[in-house]
């Protein structure tokens, strides 16, 4: 019996709070069966973590949580098994890393006419090389003691209306799927149900994105409201899209735990079957993952 599948975590590559490594035991502790590793915008730590992964019970599937933007809303978009090399890929990855490089040192700079916070307090909460965003400098304005955790920064100095925020450079949601999909990877749209894709993916921008080659909707995530489920579930049915379920587990830097939602065995084996950029590593997958 395959274990649960949680197909979106992040490590100290981008914004999670454990190595890769970390990120490995602590899914092998937590009984899954099956974990993706999805940092933002990064591929840095497929490496650590499948020499992590092998050799125990767990499948490790690599993947990556791409930043795209549209009409100033965030929306996210899951990447699965795609070639970590493919050049575009690299180039559009490594040019959002460094927008957000820049993004973040002009919030800082505006941060620091009302705190005292420098520049060198949030790369002290970084590793080299990590896809840095407002989470680090939530955990440095927690360092400095200006506020308890990072939710509570997040709702203050760091919310988009709180006075500080910059946006960042990122593609077009259907430049990402094509991105995606031109690596051969498997394209799944994040948390739609969250504010700001719904906002903005109307029916005809989804028909798009299906047309591209996007594969399916995250729809079980806490940041999914019940009724936006519900909303998902019709939009996945219409389109002909699977449906997945996650935690996008932070290690501490969010309260979401691993397993706390999941994809069934049947989405994954789809998943797997689609991606042509590269293997999941770690504990084989039964074929056929469903009798
Ligand atoms: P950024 O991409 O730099 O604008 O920051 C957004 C990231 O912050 C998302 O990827 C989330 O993982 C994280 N985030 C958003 N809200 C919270 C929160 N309330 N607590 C902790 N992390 C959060
Ligand atoms: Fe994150
Ligand atoms: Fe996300
Ligand atoms: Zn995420």
Request: no cysteine.
């Amino acid at each position: 019996m395959l274990g649960p599948i949680d197909l979106h975590t992040h490590s100290s590559v981008s914004d999670g709070t454990e190595t890769p490594t970390q990120l490995v035991r602590a899914a092998i502790a937590a009984g899954l069966g099956v974990v993706a590793l999805t940092d933002h915008d990064s591929t840095a730590g497929w490496y650590e973590a499948t020499a992590a992964a092998e050799g125990t019970a767990l499948t490790l599937v690599p993947g990556m949580e791409l930043s795209t933007q549209l009409d100033y809303a965030s929306v996210h978009m899951l990447a699965y098994l795609f070639d970590p090399g493919n050049a575009d890929l690299v180039a559009e990855t490594a040019r959002i890393r460094s927008e957000r490089l820049n993004r973040a040192e002009a919030m800082v700079q505006r941060i620091s006419a009302d705190y005292a916070l420098t520049w060198d307090d949030v790369l002290a909460q970084t590793v080299p090389g990590a896809t840095v965003g407002r989470p680090h400098i939530a955990d440095a304005l927690v360092a400095r003691g200006y506020v308890p955790n990072r939710s509570a920064a997040f709702e203050s100095i760091l919310h988009w209306r709180g006075g500080y925020y910059r946006p960042h450079y990122a593609p077009e949601p259907l430049e990402g799927v094509r991105l995606i999909r031109a690596a051969g990877g498997v394209p799944v749209l994040a948390h739609p149900g969250a504010r700001g894709p719904e906002r903005v993916l109307s029916d005809k921008r989804m028909r798009e994105l299906v047309d591209a080659g996007l594969f399916g909707l995250e729809v079980r995530h806490r940041d999914n409201p019940p009724a936006a489920r519900e909303r998902l579930l019709a939009t996945a049915r219409k389109f002909g899209l699977v449906v997945t379920g996650s935690s996008d587990y932070h290690g501490t830097g969010k309260p979401n735990l691993l397993g706390e939602n999941t994809t069934d065995a049947a989405v994954l084996e789809a998943i797997v079957a689609e991606g042509r950029g590269s293997q999941p590593v770690g504990a084989p997958l039964e074929r056929p993952l469903v009798e």
